[in-house]
């Protein structure tokens, strides 16, 4: 995925995550949109991003910073989670 080709280049000073797309809060971000219709939606969940995100961290250090364009990522609730991964 991207957070692979992220890790295999350079280090930077600088490295912000943008999330753009579909968001859904703590349900999660980015629906699928090649799942069937009769079914529910799929989203990349609170917990696959931030565990994703801490393995870049773990070896690149915190991100300056995550940045949301997405309905409902810009809560309270979405920033604590994402506090231990950026600066």
């Known amino acids: 995925g991207f ?7 350079p280090p930077t000073d600088e490295t912000f995550l943008f999330f753009v797309g579909h968001g ?11 799942a069937d219709r009769d ?24 991100l300056t910073g995550v940045i949301f364009n997405a309905c409902l990522m810009g809560s309270w609730e979405m920033a604590a989670e994402f506090v231990p991964l950026a600066r």
Request: proline share 5%; glycine share 10%; net charge negative.
């Open 39 to 62: 079914s529910p939606p799929h989203f990349l969940s609170l917990q696959d991003m931030t565990q994703s995100l801490a393995l870049h961290v773990a070896e690149r250090g915190r």
């Open 24 to 34: 859904s809060g703590w349900i999660g971000f980015g629906a699928d949109s090649d």
């Open 3 to 9: 957070l692979e080709l992220a890790r295999s280049l």
